[in-house]
């Protein structure tokens, strides 16, 4: 059973990737890269961290750490269920604050972790996330970087693969311009209590999900409070291709 105190940081780690097959295990600077991933959740100062996989290899790599495995089904459709499972293992009570880290992460900044957590401990928070401003128009055009809106009080009204708000009448002169105003890209590290992650994971997928291929639309469109925090340091890409990789080793010889 879980007994620390504070939040902990579960990372969903899936051995097999398409584009990067036994991508967890990937070495980056000598280390494999879930092992870059858990450290940035140490130094964030989490009571735990737990890796949630479906792989030996993954579990016998993180053998000797401080970091915890919980060998998890290798049928879960996404990192949401894959983590509730986790919760189930780790024996945590629905009131413990969970950080979802990605485990392709690994130079995911300390103050964004440890804002997640912040913002998914406040009273009538259900779901916490990040965003950073949109600065450059081929960015908010672009379908791989998702879009939020906020509402006035930073709750998320809409996540969308599509440039929302929609500029009307910049668009209208020129779409090779960045529109003045703010926009805003969703950052993908999320923060629940641990009774609403096992909530999220028995949800069905909803329609705006399906249709968007956002697994937190469905969040939204059931109703919930999504809070959605301005992250103070930009999270570099994550390591989803050998060429995402390669650029990561030369991040890290650069000194991070």
């Not at 879960?76 to 979802?100: F, Y």
């Not at 969308?160 to 926009?183: K, L, T």
């Not at 249709?211 to 390591?239: D, T, Y």
């Not at 990789?245 to 000194?255: I, S």
Request: glycine share 10%; proline share 7%.
């Amino acid at each position: 059973m879980s007994t620390s105190t504070g939040f902990v940081v579960a990372i969903p780690a899936r051995y097999a990737s398409t584009r990067l097959p036994g991508k967890p295990l990937q070495l980056l600077g000598g280390e494999p890269l879930v092992l870059h991933v858990a450290r940035r959740a140490l130094a964030a100062g989490a009571g735990e961290v737990w890796v949630a996989t479906d792989d030996t290899r993954v579990r016998d790599a993180l053998a000797g750490t401080a970091v915890q495995v919980a060998m998890t089904s290798p049928d879960h459709p996404s990192g949401t269920d894959r983590l509730a499972e986790c919760a189930a293992l780790a024996g945590w009570d629905d009131t413990r604050v969970v950080v979802n880290l990605q485990g392709d992460e690994p130079f995911a900044p300390v103050s964004g972790i440890q804002a997640v957590a912040e913002l998914a401990s406040q009273q009538g928070v259900d779901l916490a996330t990040l965003c950073v401003p949109v600065e450059d128009v081929e960015t908010l055009l672009d379908p791989n970087a998702v879009k939020v809106v906020r509402g006035a009080q930073g709750d998320a009204l809409y996540f969308s693969r599509a440039p929302v708000p929609w500029p009307r009448d910049a668009f209208a002169r020129s779409r090779d311009v960045m529109p003045e105003g703010d926009w805003w890209r969703h950052i993908g590290i999320y923060g629940y209590r641990v009774g609403f992650l096992k909530q999220f994971a028995a949800m069905p997928p909803g329609r705006l999900e399906q249709i968007e291929m956002l697994e937190q639309l469905r969040v939204l469109e059931a109703g919930h409070r999504v809070a959605v925090g301005i992250a103070a340091e930009s999270f570099p890409p994550g390591v989803d291709t050998p060429e995402d990789l390669a650029r990561a080793e030369a991040r890290l010889a650069a000194g991070g």
